[in-house]
């Protein structure tokens, strides 16, 4: 049976950002969970936005938080004109299986200067098939 990832989906002054659980295409075998995640932000604003960085909350089963906090998507400050969009994808660093994301993206607007984008939240469990198979890299 396969398993149809449920996109959850935000819109906020033009711009729309959804997110789903994934499952990477080179998932290794070294204790950490396989859970992972899919972002997308599409660009429907007549403004060019940056993508500065993330500041993303991973809690697991547990209740422990991870972080993943810092500049960019991998080194990248991806730029989108209207109607252009970006997609990413990640694995979550946890150790146990189940978890949610929640967070947000520091973007910079054209005329408007930086704001924080909330992301969707996402349910990540690993215990289940996934029907999206995502390269770790930018698309």
Do not use: W
């Not at 809690?59 to 400050?77: K, L, M, Q, V």
């Amino acid at each position: 049976m396969d398993f149809e990832p449920d996109f959850n989906t935000f819109i906020f002054n033009g711009l729309e950002v959804s997110t789903c659980e994934a499952l990477l295409d080179d998932t290794p075998d070294f204790g950490v969970s396989d859970c992972a995640y899919y972002l997308r932000i599409q660009n429907n604003s007549p403004s060019i936005i940056r993508l500065l960085g993330k500041d993303f909350c991973f809690t697991d089963a547990s209740g422990i938080n991870h972080y993943e906090i810092g500049p960019g998507f991998n080194g990248e400050i991806p730029v989108l004109y209207p109607g252009e969009f970006f997609e990413f994808s990640s694995r979550a660093p946890l150790t146990l299986s189940d978890a949610v994301l929640h967070g947000s993206c520091r973007i910079f607007r054209e005329n408007a200067g930086v704001e924080e984008l909330r992301i969707p939240h996402v349910l990540l469990n690993s215990h289940r098939q996934k029907a999206i198979f995502l390269p770790q890299t930018l698309h």
